[in-house]
């Protein structure tokens, strides 16, 4: 990452690359390195007690107590002030997280500029509603989406083509890649030069293998698409940033093969681009439109993923429900998941559960004993 070293204080930035337990791998720049290395070589004058610091300098960190006091939480991708540097034992001290540019919970991570969603068109097969529920999250965090489909050497030209039509009547123009025979990968590179970039999508689309073609030193654990299911099997853990040869960072991200719906329902159309046009040259007769039912609206009608939306609203509104029965203690509903189907759910009633649960000897005996003080 290019970007400024020392504020106007002088002090000592780096971002943060992973994070692991209590302790924090802080990516430093070279020119850092080499300038505080310099000085204190001027301030000691004892060359041999200092060895060059490693291209580019990484610090293991911890957080300092007044953070943990204050409640600031340290993550991944957080530009942050680094105090009392070891280069020699590779070790340091974050004092203070500058503010943030964007922030994702899941994952979570911070400062991302873009995402990049990759799939396969191919082992696993191509699933039009599962590729549509990850654009739609995706689309929720206000960053670029970037589209990445792998394993283009699996189908053929005209394929591809029905694929990129398809595609681009939802408002987005895929790239065609293939890792296994290194098929537009460099293409796939150029748009992620000096950005932060967090690459997501389910399990065996070969993610791992992309970041792996992309970054020599990554050797992220690779597996293979589960022939029974058909689907990937997960092998990151955790979230990691890796430096790119040609500048910027790139997260990789554990898979997931269906990402919670918890956008606002309202707000759910704006996540479909092709409705977004439809938006922008007519209004609804309502501002608060959901558009399924209601008159005059100008959403409703024959495009390829209201199926998707109308989906997604149920979904959405499920758990905007949820969350209000959380927040109400007196509700008499509680929510049900369906172990089957696309993350559909119901609303049964509730036990209350207070009610109908025997009092503990513990609570009798505090009773007689409150009793007994009341006698007294």
Not at 270 to 275: D, L
Not at 326 to 334: F, G, V, Y
Not at 337 to 346: I, M, V
Request: proline share 6%; aromatic share 6%; hydrophobic share 35%.
């Amino acid at each position: 990452m290019t970007g400024e070293i020392f504020d106007a204080t002088g002090q000592l930035l780096g971002t943060v690359v992973a994070v692991q337990a209590n302790f924090y791998r802080v990516q430093m720049e070279q020119e850092a390195g080499e300038q505080r290395r310099r000085k204190a070589e001027e301030k000691l004058n004892l060359n041999t007690l200092l060895p060059h610091c490693p291209s580019p300098p990484l610090l293991l960190c911890t957080r300092r107590t007044r953070l943990k006091k204050i409640g600031q939480q340290v993550m991944v991708g957080d530009r942050v002030v680094v105090e009392e540097p070891d280069w020699a034992g590779g070790r340091g001290a974050i004092a203070e997280v500058l503010p943030r540019q964007s922030e994702l919970d899941r994952p979570a991570i911070a400062n991302v500029n873009q995402i990049l969603l990759v799939f396969a068109v191919a082992d696993p097969p191509l699933e039009p509603y599962q590729l549509s529920r990850f654009l739609i999250k995706a689309e929720s965090t206000g960053l670029d989406v970037l589209l990445c489909l792998n394993k283009s050497d699996l189908i053929s030209p005209q394929e591809q083509q029905q694929v990129t039509d398809r595609l681009l009547g939802w408002g987005y123009e895929p790239i065609f890649i293939s890792v296994k025979d290194g098929i537009n990968t460099e293409q796939a590179a150029k748009y992620l030069s000096n950005k932060i970039t967090v690459i997501a999508g389910p399990s065996g689309v070969g993610k791992s293998s992309l970041i792996n073609t992309l970054i020599d030193s990554a050797k992220l654990r690779v597996g293979e698409v589960s022939g029974k299911l058909a689907r990937g099997r997960h092998t990151t853990r955790h979230i990691e940033l890796f430096e790119l040869p040609s500048g910027g960072l790139l997260a990789d991200t554990p898979g997931f093969n269906q990402p919670d719906m918890d956008c606002i329902p309202e707000e759910l159309i704006h996540y479909f681009p092709e409705a977004r046009e439809k938006l922008a040259v007519a209004s609804c007769r309502f501002s608060d439109c959901l558009h399924r039912d209601e008159p005059e609206c100008v959403v409703r009608g024959d495009w390829e993923r209201y199926e998707h939306y109308l989906e997604f609203l149920d979904a959405a509104i499920a758990h905007q429900t949820q969350l209000h029965q959380q927040a109400d203690p007196e509700s008499t509903m509680k929510l049900k998941s369906k172990s089957k189907g696309k993350g559909q759910s119901q609303y049964e009633p509730k036990l209350e559960s207070k009610k109908y649960r025997r009092i503990s000897r513990k609570t009798q005996l505090q009773d007689l004993q409150e009793l007994y003080r009341d006698e007294e």
